[in-house]
């Protein structure tokens, strides 16, 4: 039955739908059709053939970003179960490898920098990998490339209670899939640090780690549910996780999800409470949820110093409006028991032959760590620090040198369960040319409280 008009109008039948559809109904056919009458088969087959086609015209014109892949992949698979010529096998099996060639960048991410893609990319090439053994069929080498990077990936930007940061869509781990994606792991594998493709990098250190965004914003065409996080960063302790991102709400919850999307979302600094990157409202005619504007520029640089790991990085995504690079440093000591961080803000060359009134124009920097539900948090009776409390007992203080911190509201959007309320730490002034600001997360639980240090005398 072609249904051919009624898909313009129809959820049902646009082209991510009709992929994982065509997906299921794949995966699941040899308990629909064991012991099936023959009208029933016949319904199926022709089922799945209309998809097929379906999915064709998708590729053909309007499947966009990472909905192309999907649809190649399902297309593909179809080819591989049903009886279809050689010709039209080799065509299926073209777009889909030059889709994932595209799409899958050298070191296993994916090109919208979703940390949540390539999770759900994995749980659908793994199949498509055994199928090809099934049918004792040699798998295109592209394949099995990107399932081999796509795994170590995943590990780079997983956190000690097995979550995945949040970073550019990511909302709630999964457990399961991950555990699923993980049994396919190369044993002995170690995880990489550095994601120069993506635009993460990973610190360590004895029960403490960091994950930084360094990435600018992916092409247009995938940057739907990309994040303004510029310069954003997680860290945790053990199974537990101190910083975060707000994460992303579910797809249903539209407003909310443009909230998370901002800058003032992530735990990075923000000026005048603009985002880095500019993204379009849903309401936007042109390029409705998509990142038009944003960092042009990232420098990133991993070093040792005498006291452990570290990462300088920059991005100059207010450059333009503010004529200012920020730059941020962060150092993980090597017993992890300290993050020590810096921010600046440099003008940048065009800015430097602004008049002095330009200049002078009062603009305020907001750095902001958001914490983790399970946080707890108090600001100090002197107020030059916030002490964090872990479920595990485990004490933190957080100091920024000369500048008072305060404590927020924010919100966490990546529980299992939904939105919920949760604090950040909020480091407020003038964001002037050569403004500096030095902070630390020190453990004092172990440490004693005497051996906190002040976060001015940090070098890093």
Known sequence: MERRGQEADDPAFEPMVTARRMLCFLAHSPTLLEGAPPEFYDGFMAALAQGAKALSRALEGPARGT??????????????????????????????????????????????RNPKTVLDLALDLLPLRQLYAARGMKPPQPLLGAINRMIPMLRLLQHGDGS?????????????????????????????????????????????????????????????????????????????????????????????????????????????????????????KANPGLIVA???????????????????????????????????????????????????????????????????????????FHLHPSVGAAPQADGRGIELALPSGARLLFEAGGHTPRLEESIFFAAPEGARKTTQIVVAGPAKPSMRLRWTFTRIDDLGDEDSGDAGGDSI
């Open 67 to 112: 909905e192309r892949l999907l649809c190649a992949l399902a297309l593909l698979e179809f080819c591989l179960c049903a009886e279809v010529g050689a010709d039209v096998q080799s065509e299926a099996k073209k777009a889909f490898t030059r889709e994932l060639e595209r799409q899958i960048l050298g070191d296993g991410g994916h090109i919208g």
């Open 164 to 284: 995945l940061a949040l970073f550019n869509g990511m909302s709630a781990t999964d457990p399961g899939e991950l555990a699923t994606v993980f049994t396919h792991e190369a044993r002995g594998a170690v995880p990489p640090l550095d994601a120069p493709d993506s635009g993460y990098r990973r610190m360590t250190a004895p029960g403490a780690l960091a994950i930084i965004d360094v990435g600018a914003p992916p092409p247009l065409e995938f940057s739907r549910v990309a994040h303004s996080g510029a310069l954003a960063f997680e860290f945790s302790l053990g199974s537990e996780r101190v910083v975060v991102n707000c994460g992303a709400p579910a797809a249903q919850h539209e407003a909310a999800r443009e909230i998370a999307r901002a800058s003032a979302a992530h735990s990075t600094l923000v000026i005048d409470d603009q985002s880095s990157s500019q993204i379009e409202p849903l309401s936007s």
């Open 294 to 368: 944003g960092p042009r520029e990232m420098r990133v640089e991993r070093r040792r110093s005498r006291r452990g790991e570290v990462i300088e990085a920059a991005h100059d995504g207010y450059k333009e409006r503010f004529g200012l690079i920020h730059e941020r440093i962060l150092a993980l000591t090597q017993d992890g028991s300290r993050l020590i961080g810096q921010d600046r803000l440099v003008a940048a060359e065009s800015a430097k032959k602004k008049d002095a009134k330009d200049e002078s124009a009062a603009h305020e920097f907001s750095a902001r």
